[in-house]
T-cell receptor, first 118, second 116 residues
């Protein structure tokens, strides 16, 4: 079945570091990808919608300059957390619909990235 | 306004028994999809089952079935014959519109613990 690959799985870094997370669709093209954030014991909250070849659409309250999204190809979207601070520590997870025009297709999720900022 | 509501923070069930996880939703869009995902402690999101707003029959996938009551705006997940490996967080989610280009909105989740 369709697979979304996300790297890295774990990141531990110092405050002030920028961290890049990659999300790849392995056997299908994804013109749209979604980036979610999940704090411990909480639900997934959508951060932004990544659109191939155009600017990402950010949800209200998400800082565009802090969370840079690039969707340069049909199989790759990246999320860069710039100048990360401890409050950015969270679980970041991406998803992509395999066949977006078919109603009953689920979004396929990457395995997520646990980000810890010291 | 909360679009997806899961009122059960935690549920306990004994192995081999059935369990129902509740989910209610709120939307004015006549076209929408409802999803259930399982999230084990490792974090990945595992798709379980889908119900479209125009589907006449309740969705079923193996041991999972969705009790869809459109008038009540509820989409409860029923897991039959629970297994120890079913212990995880379960999230109900809604997508307004019928295409995959729309975002998912998640509920707060229910933690299911299956005991031997």
């Amino acid at each position: 079945g369709a697979v979304v690959s996300q790297h890295p799985s774990w990141v531990i870094c110092k405050s002030g570091t920028s961290v890049k997370i990659e999300c790849r669709s392995l056997d299908f093209q994804a013109t749209t990808m979604f980036w979610y954030r999940q704090f411990p014991k909480q639900s997934l909250m959508l951060m932004a919608t990544s659109n191939e070849g155009s600017k990402a659409t950010y949800e209200q309250g998400v800082e565009k300059d802090k969370f840079l999204i690039n969707h340069a190809s049909l199989t790759l979207s990246t999320l860069t957390v710039t100048s990360a601070h401890p409050e950015d520590s969270s679980f970041y997870i991406c998803s992509a619909p395999q066949q977006a025009l078919i109603p009953d297709q689920p979004q396929h999720f990457g395995d997520g990235t646990r980000l810890s900022i010291l | 306004a909360q679009k997806i509501t899961q009122t059960q923070p935690g549920m306990f069930v004994q192995e081999k028994e059935a369990v129902t996880l509740d989910c209610t939703y709120d939307t004015s869009d006549p076209s929408y999809g409802l999803f259930w995902y399982k999230q084990p402690s490792s974090g990945e999101m595992i798709f379980l089952i889908y119900q479209g707003s125009y589907d006449q029959q309740n969705a079923t996938e193996g041991r999972y079935s969705l009790n869809f009551q459109k008038a009540r705006k509820s989409a409860n997940l029923v897991i039959s014959a629970s297994q120890l490996g079913d212990s995880a967080m379960y999230f109900c989610a809604m997508r307004e519109g019928l295409t995959g280009f729309q975002k998912l909105v998640f509920g707060t989740g229910t933690r299911l613990l299956v005991s031997p």
